[in-house]
């Protein structure tokens, strides 16, 4: 079992930075790669599709949506059993509850595939 604490969200105008950190627990943390997800305004949890960010166990592959590739960092400290995001240039459609995912079967980008999600934290962009 792993559990995942996400926070550092919050409030940001456009343009401005945040970093998100997922902290977890369980299964030793270097053994799974993590993701980062995000779910838009009006959308159920269960509809979560828009995959943001995933990171390699050992922390030597990072992969990206396009449209935040530039702006948005992922990282881990297995030391620490945390996954980052930095997310700079924040722009108003970055809008979203962000979740940390991990332990994936089989593809990285579909949030149906991963075994254990955080509870989620609120970015919000204003313009």
């Known amino acids: 079992q792993v559990q995942l604490v996400e926070s550092g969200g919050g409030l940001v105008q456009a343009g401005g930075s945040l970093k998100l950190s997922c902290a977890a627990s369980?299964?030793?943390?270097?053994?799974?790669?993590m993701a980062w997800f995000r779910q838009a305004p009006g959308k159920e949890r269960d509809d979560v599709r828009e995959?943001?960010?995933?990171?390699?166990?050992?922390?030597?592959?990072?992969y990206y949506r396009d449209s935040v590739k530039g702006r948005f960092s992922i990282s881990r400290d297995n030391a620490k059993n945390t996954a980052y995001l930095q997310m700079n240039s924040l722009k108003p459609e970055d809008t979203a509850i962000y979740y940390c995912?991990?332990?994936?079967?089989?593809?990285?980008?579909?949030?149906?595939?991963?075994?254990?999600w955080g509870q989620g934290t609120q970015v919000t962009v204003s313009s």
């Open positions: 995912l991990a332990d994936p079967d089989g593809g990285w980008q579909n949030a149906r595939d991963y075994n254990y």
């Open positions: 995959w943001v960010a995933a990171i390699s166990g050992n922390g030597r592959n990072t």
């Open positions: 369980g299964r030793t943390f270097s053994s799974y790669p």
